[in-house]
């Protein structure tokens, strides 16, 4: 029986290609990655997939799509989706694809949240529809004279004709007159450092939370009270938020960024274009938060005590105190897990009623924490052996302690490996997850401090840099 945590992971890679590279077709290949609990799905399962023109409500746009026999493996599945006579995409707006999944001895199909945004490679498909597209009047298109715009497609021109001081220098192309140049001259001398796309992004002062919303990179500037959305495929500013009060905690609920600050404010912010939902004042010095499905949890590290607050209208559930000092905080699928930096501890809580369930004691102050879909992982600033605790999830029991850098602060999953934030190093380590091995360690910027993972990039905030690093999870 497939349960009701059954989701599409955050991070879902989806992919618009054409399927044949010869003949145009209107089919295209969707790929995503799906979470049974909390464990990634193995096994043949049912799904439907609808054309949607909103993200949330709207209408159907042509018929569902049903295939009885979607194979995942480790979560990942990969369909072929044709809706053809039917044209969802011909319009050029945007749509969105909605899930629904079920194991074949299920009686119903779980609708997965959010719905997917497809992107443009399905409307750069090739009318199928005109007959005369490439022709004009019966001739080739390309026999035709352009008799306006750039007049990119002239040959045989004799530039003894051309007028003197007819063409400016703001008609020139400078991806041919520069850059073209200058790259041409840093490949001859084997300058590869530079060659490089780039992987710093300016943010706002300070940044220091990170989060991934399926498409796009969230940052909180402590130093700023803002928040700045850039897109995760290129780093590029979609807008910048103001918030209050010293941001420094951030979470996605599927739908909305919610923002902690030092001064015990919850903002939620609407993940589509940043529009403020709502501030909720709840205490003081609000740090880490996380999402279980249907509340926010928040350390509200200046009164002691952890907060529940329902996602949907922000309402406040419950009020917990668990110790002094918490700070991080994480869903395992099941329970949530506090850290404490003032007595050195890590709680294991159960969200109905918040009943302390287990805990452990590490060595040094715990910063923050995150889960592997079975382990948790916790960076222990020890002064003396700076280190990133494993403890299973569900008895605590202790499954290693590995060596990172100087005053580890944050720590992230990316699906087969951890990445621990060491500050005081400038740098991040990367550890298998399965036996702890180190398996590199890379350098971003200036006294870093969060860390998030996208699908295919680790992204760190650099507090001192006022930027943040993308790094390629699988090189």
Not at 91 to 97: F, P
Not at 186 to 199: A, E, I, K, N
Request: aromatic fraction near 8%; charge should be neutral; proline fraction near 4%.
């Amino acid at each position: 029986m497939i349960r009701t945590k059954l989701y599409l992971s955050a991070v879902l890679a989806l992919a618009a290609l054409g399927v044949s590279a010869i003949a145009q077709t209107p089919a295209f290949t969707f790929q995503g990655r799906l979470t049974d609990s909390t464990l990634p799905a193995n096994g043949t399962y049912q799904m439907q997939f609808t054309v949607y023109d909103e993200l949330v409500g709207g209408t159907a746009v042509g018929s569902t799509i049903t295939n009885l026999s979607v194979v995942a493996a480790n979560g990942v599945f990969t369909v072929v989706l044709d809706y053809s006579p039917q044209t969802p995409f011909a319009s050029g707006d945007k749509r969105w694809i909605e899930i629904a999944v079920k194991k074949p001895a299920d009686a119903g199909y779980t609708t997965l949240a959010p719905r997917q945004l497809v992107t443009s490679a399905p409307y750069a498909t090739k009318s199928l529809s005109s007959a005369d597209s490439d022709k004009l009047g019966g001739l080739a298109a390309n026999t035709y004279l352009q008799t306006n715009g750039n007049g990119s497609g002239l040959t045989n021109l004799n530039g003894a004709n051309i007028t003197n001081n007819t063409i400016t220098n703001a008609a020139l192309s400078p991806a041919v007159t520069v850059a073209a140049t200058t790259h041409s001259n840093l490949l001859g001398s084997l300058r590869w450092d530079l060659l490089r796309s780039q992987t710093n992004f300016a943010v706002g002062n300070s940044p220091r939370a990170i989060a991934f919303d399926g498409a796009n990179i969230w940052v909180a500037n402590y130093d700023s009270d803002t928040v700045t959305k850039l897109r995760a495929s290129d780093g590029v500013v979609l807008g910048t938020f103001n918030v209050s009060d010293r941001p420094q905690g951030l979470v996605f609920d599927g739908t909305n960024i919610w923002v902690a600050t030092n001064f015990g404010h919850l903002t939620k912010l609407r993940a589509s274009d940043g529009a403020n939902q709502g501030n909720f004042l709840f205490g003081t010095g609000c740090y880490g938060v996380a999402f279980d499905g249907e509340y926010i949890w928040a350390t509200n590290c200046g009164v002691n005590n952890v907060l529940k607050v329902r996602a949907a209208d922000g309402q406040l559930n419950n009020t917990f105190s668990f110790g002094d000092g918490p700070r991080g905080v994480a869903f395992d699928g099941k329970n949530i897990w506090v850290s404490h930096i003032t007595i050195n501890s890590v709680a294991k809580v159960q969200i109905s009623d918040g009943t302390v369930i287990g805990s452990f004691l590490p060595s040094g102050d715990v910063l923050n924490i995150a889960f592997d879909g079975d382990s948790i992982w916790a960076v222990n600033d020890n002064l003396v052996s700076p280190n990133v605790l494993k403890r299973r999830a569900s008895d605590t029991s202790n499954l290693g302690t590995f060596n990172v850098g100087p005053r580890p602060v944050a720590v992230a999953f990316d699906g087969t490996n951890v990445w621990v934030v060491n500050q005081d190093a400038n740098n991040v380590t990367k550890l298998r997850a399965s036996n702890g091995e180190v398996l590199g360690t890379f350098a971003v910027g200036t006294a870093p401090m969060g860390i998030a993972f996208d699908g295919a990039n680790i992204w760190v905030t650099n507090s001192g840099s006022g930027n943040v690093t993308r790094l390629s999870a699988f090189p």
